[in-house]
């Protein structure tokens, strides 16, 4: 993508087709846009929260039909609104992503896995839910591997980026399961990266790791180069855990992150798994 956002995983590759490509671009500047407008620069929370209001509305307006709106013509929303009539896609996930969005800018703790799968939900779980209607496959039975996979990869990006994440003064580890491996808020503050952060780490790399396994069968339903996407989207976030790992943990001293080597092993698995 070129909006200079790294990511862990292929975003509308050229393994997509192009009228489908097209759509999941549209959709990502979308998404990168509304979570830009909570994540970045220095704008009280009042502001940030009104940006994403108007974001809203002009979703609002697309549900409506009301294609004339003059805040459709105006990028990320005259694209979106070309994908979402191309290819009737929902609206109900677009303004979900609002809502955890809006949630960034007030929530940053989470007291137990529960809230934050929920924050999942909204956050991570609609991508995946948009990209199976653009695929012409939003088919109900489909969902839950789709969801797993979009929770791993936000699971998997969240412990890449603790340190990042504090510097905006949020925790995204469940409070409840730093408190069950004797890790505080501190540890986090002063890059503590012993025995327990270990521990937790591996933990929550676990969790990840399951959610993305358990959303390898969503492949298998789809066409060839939708299958091969979707198993290079698995393979990225399987990588970035396995980066976590290989450093026990310690997301402090060096974010870790793909390079060329890992990505061609990334496009190596998505290849061979074609073939089983």
């Not at 502001?47 to 108007?54: Q, V, W």
Request: charged fraction near 25%; aromatic fraction near 8%.
């Amino acid at each position: 993508m070129p909006d200079g956002h790294a990511e862990n995983f292929p975003v509308a590759s050229l393994l997509v087709p192009r009228r489908e490509r097209r759509a999941i671009v549209a959709l990502y500047r979308y998404a990168r846009a509304a979570d830009d407008l909570a994540d970045e620069g220095d704008a009280p929370a009042g502001d940030r929260l009104a940006a994403l209001g108007a974001y809203r509305a002009a979703v609002q307006a697309i549900a409506g039909g009301r294609d004339a709106d003059p805040s459709l013509g105006q990028p990320p929303f005259r694209d979106l609104l070309a994908a979402v009539r191309e290819h009737a896609l929902p609206c109900a996930p677009l303004l979900d992503l609002l809502s955890a969005f809006e949630q960034d800018v007030t929530v940053h703790r989470y007291p137990d896995y529960a809230a934050l799968r929920d924050y999942c939900r909204r956050s991570a779980d609609p991508v995946g839910r948009l990209v199976l209607a653009v695929f012409g496959r939003p088919e109900p039975d489909l969902l839950p591997a789709s969801d797993a996979v979009c929770t791993g990869l936000q699971l998997a990006n969240f412990w890449q980026d603790v340190a990042v994440d504090w510097t905006k003064g949020r925790v995204y580890l469940p409070q409840d399961e730093m408190a069950a491996h004797g890790v505080d808020v501190a540890a986090i503050a002063a890059g503590r990266c012993d025995r327990r952060w270990r521990e937790l780490m591996r933990f929550q790399t676990r969790r990840a790791r399951g959610l993305l396994e358990r959303g390898r069968p969503l492949a298998r339903a789809l066409r060839w180069r939708q299958a091969l996407e979707i198993r290079a989207v698995i393979a990225g976030g399987l990588a970035i855990l396995d980066r976590i790992d290989a450093v026990a943990g310690d997301v402090f001293r060096r974010r870790p992150t793909l390079g060329g080597a890992d990505w061609a092993r990334v496009g190596w698995q998505a290849l061979r798994g074609a073939g089983a």
